[in-house]
């Protein structure tokens, strides 16, 4: 009785007599080339996720820094994103702004940025929080403010990015909505100098609506995800050229 390694040697035996592996020579080059790209881009994509990882955590440790005052001045986004400041000054009520499209917990609403003055000069944009959507889309929310001084706390942030889709225009004139904000225009509307960059009220500080703590995301499962598939890339071209390298042979051919 002939043994499983025996018929396995049969057969090999057998498909060696009909086919014969002659790989062409372009088609060996462009596998080559292909190969070696895609797995370029998967192991470019692992060093981005770890890119992002650091990143990640540099962000996360400065949430967790002690605040620092803020008196006014530029700043270095790059170095102060996600730092904690302390201010001084009193809100602005007018010149409000509703980000629009802002969705907390699957209900549909806004984010509200409010000019602050500080005391020793100067102003930016606070987002003191999310508030809800009203029954119709022109019942916009009461998001009148005291303008009494007080200090309030917050972390730095960038504004809201500009969508890829819908987003020519950031508001219709004398509409206090907001798709995404466009600080040129916002400042030659309202005439407030304020910076490129906003304050996340904290959640402790006053006179604020829904808010949580700042998260960044540095999306590193998606560079991991395209890394898997350059890597899928990689392994499809390589059996691609092994099965199309294998060929049946003619009759004057011999093994």
């Known amino acids: 009785m002939r043994s499983a390694v025996d018929t396995d040697y049969s057969r090999l035996n057998s498909l060696s007599r009909k086919y014969v592996f002659r790989p062409s020579l372009g088609g060996t080059a462009l596998t080559v080339l292909g190969v070696a790209l895609f797995l370029g881009l998967m192991l470019w994509q692992l060093d981005r996720a770890d890119q992002k990882r650091a990143l990640q955590a540099r962000f996360e440790s ?22 904690r400041l302390r201010l001084a000054g009193h809100f602005l ?24 003055q500080l005391d020793d000069g100067g102003v930016v944009l606070v987002d003191r ?10 019942a916009l929310p009461d998001i009148r403010v005291a303008s009494a001084p007080l ?14 889709f ?44 829904v808010r949580t703590r700042p998260h960044f995301d540095a999306r590193v499962g998606m560079h991991i995800g395209y890394a898997i598939q350059w890597g899928a890339f990689a392994l ?9 390298s294998f060929r049946k042979r003619t009759q004057g051919e011999t093994k």
């Open 62 to 83: 400065r949430l967790g820094l002690p605040a620092e005052d803020y008196r006014g001045g530029p700043v270095d986004l790059t170095k102060m994103r996600y730092r």
């Open 93 to 116: 009520a007018r010149d409000q702004v509703l980000l629009d499209n802002a969705v907390h917990e699957g209900r549909p609403g806004y984010q509200v940025l409010t000019p602050f």
């Open 129 to 138: 929080g999310w508030v809800p959507q009203g029954a119709r889309r022109d």
């Open 151 to 164: 200090r309030i706390e917050g972390w730095l942030d960038r504004h809201r990015s500009r969508p890829f």
């Open 166 to 209: 819908g987003g020519g225009q950031a508001h219709r004139p004398g509409d206090s909505r907001w798709l995404y904000l466009d600080t040129s225009a916002y400042r030659r509307e309202s005439g407030l100098q304020v910076p490129d960059w906003v304050i996340h009220l904290a959640p402790d500080s006053p006179q604020g609506y």
């Open 236 to 244: 499809i071209a390589a059996g691609t050229w092994l099965m199309v």
